[in-house]
């Protein structure tokens, strides 16, 4: 089967510094892919390149088999590729709801505007609906989003970027900031919302990681020292000399 995601040989250097070197990364349709590695390795910037928001230096990289480097981003998004970012990214001033509408706008196709009233589209109003109460923010729908707890705007950023229907789903660090509790709520929420689709995610959080993914890469200054399922990923020498250490012991 022609893979989700394939990396094939990509570089990418700011100025004269090369940040990631020879990157190959292979994620099968339906998998659940952790990237993991030191802090300043890459896994932001390999997202970027992913969802073209950066462009490689060279290298090629495909999406269901065809090639996207090169292609904008909301061009990638079309084609069923949607992620979030390591930073929270939601309208703070908009509510719970319009927040998620605009995803659910954008997914169906519908062009934003101002001046027309958006509610009454049925479809819309109930993919909305359906997804608040997917991340249990039905409570909160009239709330703008700058007023819900730190963990409540990461579940509505997954809840956004899950909410585009696309087939790959790309997560930075989604609990990152969060207590124990949250993050077990929202690994949980992931679980759930990605069922059925592929989701790349950089998590730093062992336990999660080796909970939830059934395959891992490691990144390590800008290059993929192992990929693997996580029984192989725990026993790899070279991972645990350059990263992992005693941790996973
Ligand atoms: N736009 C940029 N311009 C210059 N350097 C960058 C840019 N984006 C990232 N970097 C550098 O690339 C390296 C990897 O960063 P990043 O991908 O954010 O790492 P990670 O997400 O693994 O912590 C860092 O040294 C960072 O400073
Ligand atoms: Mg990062």
């Known amino acids: 089967m022609t893979a989700a995601i394939?990396?094939?040989?990509?570089?990418?250097s700011f100025g004269n510094v090369g940040i990631i070197r020879d990157l190959n990364l292979n994620v099968a349709q339906g998998e659940r892919h952790a990237v993991i590695g030191?802090?300043?390795?890459?896994?932001?910037?390999?997202?970027?390149?992913?969802?073209?928001?950066?462009?490689?230096?060279?290298?090629?990289?495909?999406?269901?088999?065809?090639?996207?480097?090169?292609l904008r981003p909301f061009e990638i998004n079309r084609r069923g590729l949607s992620r979030s970012f390591q930073v929270t990214n939601v309208f703070a001033r908009m509510t719970v709801w319009e927040n998620v509408r605009c995803a659910v706008l954008w997914a169906t196709g519908h062009r934003y505007a101002f001046w027309k009233n958006v509610d009454h589209l049925p479809e819309v109003k109930q993919r909305t609906a359906q997804i608040l109460d997917d991340i249990h923010l039905s409570h909160r729908r009239d709330v703008p989003a700058g007023l819900l707890t730190y963990a409540?705007?990461?579940?509505?950023?997954?809840?956004?970027?899950?909410?585009?229907?696309?087939?790959?789903?790309?997560?930075?660090?989604?609990?990152?900031?969060m207590s124990h509790a949250e993050t077990d709520r929202a690994v949980a929420l992931i679980r759930r919302l990605t069922e059925g689709r592929t989701l790349v995610i950089v998590e730093h959080d062992m336990s999660v990681v080796f909970g939830l993914a059934d395959r891992i890469s490691v990144l390590v200054y800008g290059n993929i020292i192992a990929s693997g399922t996580p029984d192989e990923i725990r026993g790899n020498p070279k991972v645990k000399e350059a990263y992992l250490g005693e941790e996973v012991d």
């Open 6 to 12: 394939e990396v094939k040989a990509v570089d990418k």
């Open 38 to 70: 030191p802090n300043g390795a890459g896994k932001s910037t390999t997202f970027n390149l992913i969802s073209g928001h950066i462009k490689p230096t060279s290298g090629e990289i495909r999406l269901n088999g065809e090639v996207i480097s090169g």
């Open 152 to 177: 409540e705007q990461r579940e509505l950023e997954i809840g956004i970027t899950i909410a585009s229907g696309a087939s790959v789903i790309m997560l930075d660090e989604p609990t990152a900031g």
